[in-house]
């Protein structure tokens, strides 16, 4: 089957930096999104990865593992604005998007 | 408008009821897709279209329906509403032809509630 998994729920403090990790099993790749979503909000669009390596976006970056299946989420600098879901989804063989449960990061002043 | 909309908001629906949610984009976007969002689970696809005209079933299709006679447009319909269908469905679009790399468009969703 195809499975997403992430951590449940990640605390950490302002001005820090955290990394959220996502591994996946699916059944092909065409690439791994991150979204991040606010309470009772629509997800919205974060980074895409489809290629091994890094991409930088100003405080957050992701990267991305192919042959490992394995990609983080990194956030510098944080803010209390950044308090969210954090949800990882790839995109399979089909080019259907499989949706991780998401990461609920708690930012503590 | 701008994006995409959803309505009605919030809706508390008796068990058997019919109900349709509406969903209406104005980024003249090809694909759209219908997910319902459960705590604890991840987003779940119920139904999709590439383009107008066609549509496809997702990973939870059961007891839904939808249409996309234009471009705009793609209401999801719940037949016999049961209590097992409460949830958060949220509406998204992409500008590629469906099921691709494409970035996915979320509206603001709707919280539906069965008794």
């Known amino acids: 089957g195809q499975n997403i998994d992430q951590p449940t729920e990640m605390t950490a403090t302002e001005g820090a930096i955290v990394q959220i990790n996502c591994t996946y099993q699916?059944?092909?790749?065409?690439?791994l999104f991150w979204y991040q979503q606010h309470a009772g909000e629509a997800p919205t669009f974060l980074s895409y990865?489809?290629l091994d390596g890094l991409e930088e976006k100003g405080r957050f970056s992701s990267f991305l593992s192919r042959s490992k299946g394995y990609s983080y989420l990194l956030l510098k600098e944080l803010q209390m604005k950044d308090s969210a879901s954090y949800l990882c989804?790839?995109?399979?063989?089909?080019?259907?998007?499989?949706w991780g449960a998401g990461t609920k990061l708690i930012i503590k002043p | 408008i701008a994006g995409i909309t959803q309505a009605p908001t919030s809706q508390i629906l008796a068990a058997g009821r019919r109900m349709t949610l509406r969903c209406t984009q104005d980024?003249?976007?090809?694909?759209m897709y219908w997910y319902r969002q459960d705590l604890g689970l991840g987003l779940r696809l119920i139904h999709y279209?590439?383009?107008?005209?066609?549509?496809g079933k997702g990973e939870v299709p059961d007891g839904y329906s939808v249409s996309r006679a234009n471009t705009d447009d793609f209401p999801l319909t719940l037949a016999s509403a049961v209590p097992s269908q409460t949830s958060v469905y949220f509406c998204?679009?992409?500008?590629?032809?469906?099921?691709?790399?494409?970035?996915?468009?979320f509206g603001p969703g709707t919280r539906l509630t069965v008794l």
């Open positions: 279209s590439n383009t107008a005209g066609t549509t």
């Open positions: 980024m003249r976007h090809n694909a």
């Open positions: 989804a790839v995109t399979d063989s089909n080019y259907q998007l499989i």
């Open positions: 998204a679009s992409s500008d590629g032809t469906g099921g691709s790399t494409d970035t996915q468009y």
């Open positions: 699916t059944s092909g790749f065409n690439g």
């Open positions: 990865n489809v």
